[in-house]
């Protein structure tokens, strides 16, 4: 069940939205950035993209990450947006010329539990691991937002193998089958 935050207020209860983390594994620049209101370093999760790495602190007002909507196959592409970059950047623009740095790379998301005063890390909890299959800039000359878009890791197990039973033969080259079913689509009549 879920409440919106509108209802939860009328009610009069308070809205507690967790800090969540982001790792996006860009080759020779990665991101670690959290929502939390200083920068962590985290220690002991036995999470090696997470252990001694620094998570730069970023305004929620700032960055962004879209639903995560779940499904039998996946989940859906989710995006993650960083706005209020001072442009242009050409070290921003370097890394999105550049495929090889980012497409296809790791990302992840997690969120953090807190005590019960909500000024201490309790767990941090995983919630999204996916590859990223699209980054982009949009924007003015004076503030531009860099867009990533992160595909499920099962996008990238099921993709399409490109094969049919055509091919056969470069297994077994005495199977004809490849012929057969072609002179059939054709209308022969005879092998």
């Known amino acids: 069940m879920t409440f919106d935050p509108a209802t939860l207020s009328m009610l009069g209860a308070e809205v507690v939205r967790p800090p969540f983390l982001?790792?996006?594994?860009?080759?020779?620049?990665?991101?670690?950035?959290?929502?939390?209101?200083?920068?962590?370093?985290?220690?002991?999760?036995?999470?090696?993209?997470?252990?001694?790495?620094l998570?730069?602190?970023?305004?929620p007002t700032m960055g962004s990450v879209s639903a995560v909507k779940r499904a039998t196959g996946g989940s859906d592409t989710v995006t993650a947006l960083l706005s209020g970059i001072v442009g242009p950047d050409s070290d921003l623009l370097n890394v999105l010329g550049d495929e090889t740095r980012w497409k296809g790379r790791v990302a992840r998301l997690w969120f953090l539990t807190l005590n019960a005063a909500g000024d201490r890390v309790g767990a941090v909890v995983p919630y999204y691991t996916g590859r990223m299959v699209g980054f982009g800039i949009s924007g003015s000359a004076k503030q531009q937002t860099a867009k990533v878009e992160i595909e499920s890791y099962l996008a990238s197990l099921t993709s399409a193998s490109n094969r049919t039973y055509l091919d056969q033969s470069d297994f077994d080259p005495t199977d004809s089958s490849a012929a057969l079913t072609l002179a059939v689509a054709n209308g022969a009549k005879t092998g």
Do not use: H
């Open 22 to 53: 982001a790792w996006l594994d860009i080759d020779g620049d990665p991101v670690r950035a959290t929502t939390w209101e200083t920068s962590l370093r985290l220690t002991g999760t036995g999470d090696p993209d997470l252990d001694g790495q």
């Open 55 to 59: 998570f730069s602190a970023i305004s």
